[in-house]
C-alpha cells in the first residue's frame, strides 16, 4: 500500500501561483511514476502532469504546458506541482496518484490516489 497527502491548495487570483505538494509514504518502492489530475465540478477527472519516479522525465497535459512544472524529492518521497500565471479555467480538485505502470495520462492505471486539495482560481 501507499499512502498520498496532497497539501497547498488555495484562493488565487488569476495570474497568481501556488505550489501543490503531494507526500508518499508505505511501498514507495514499487511506484514507477507520480501524477497529478483534476477535476472541476460537472467534469471528468483530467491529466495534469506526470513525472517518472527513477529519471525524473516529465509529461504534460496541453493545457498546463509551460505553466505548470512537475518534480520530486526523492529523499522525501515527495511530488510538487508549481502552478504559474493560473487561470480561472484551472480552479478544480487536484489530486496526486502513483502508478507502477507506464500508461501515465491514464487515469484508471493509477493504483493509488490521495484525498484531493481545492484549487481556486478567481477572476
Known amino acids: 500500500q501507499v499512502q498520498l497527502v496532497e497539501s497547498g491548495g488555495g484562493l488565487v487570483q488569476a495570474g497568481g501561483s501556488l505550489r501543490l505538494s503531494c507526500a508518499a509514504s508505505?511501498?514507495?518502492?514499487?511506484?514507477?511514476?507520480m501524477g497529478w489530475f483534476r477535476q472541476a465540478p460537472g467534469k471528468e477527472r483530467e491529466f495534469v502532469a506526470a513525472i517518472r519516479w527513477s529519471s525524473g522525465s516529465t509529461y504534460y497535459a496541453d493545457s498546463v504546458e509551460g505553466r505548470f512544472t512537475v518534480s520530486r524529492d526523492n529523499t522525501k518521497n515527495t511530488m510538487y506541482l508549481q502552478m504559474n500565471s493560473l487561470e480561472p479555467e484551472d480552479t478544480a480538485v487536484y489530486y496526486c496518484?502513483?502508478?507502477?505502470?507506464?500508461?501515465?495520462?491514464?487515469?484508471?492505471?493509477?493504483?493509488?490516489w490521495g484525498q484531493g486539495t481545492q484549487v481556486t482560481v478567481s477572476s
Open positions: 496518484a502513483a502508478t507502477g505502470s507506464t500508461y501515465l495520462y491514464i487515469a484508471s492505471w493509477y493504483d493509488y
Open positions: 508505505g511501498r514507495t518502492f514499487r511506484t514507477y511514476a
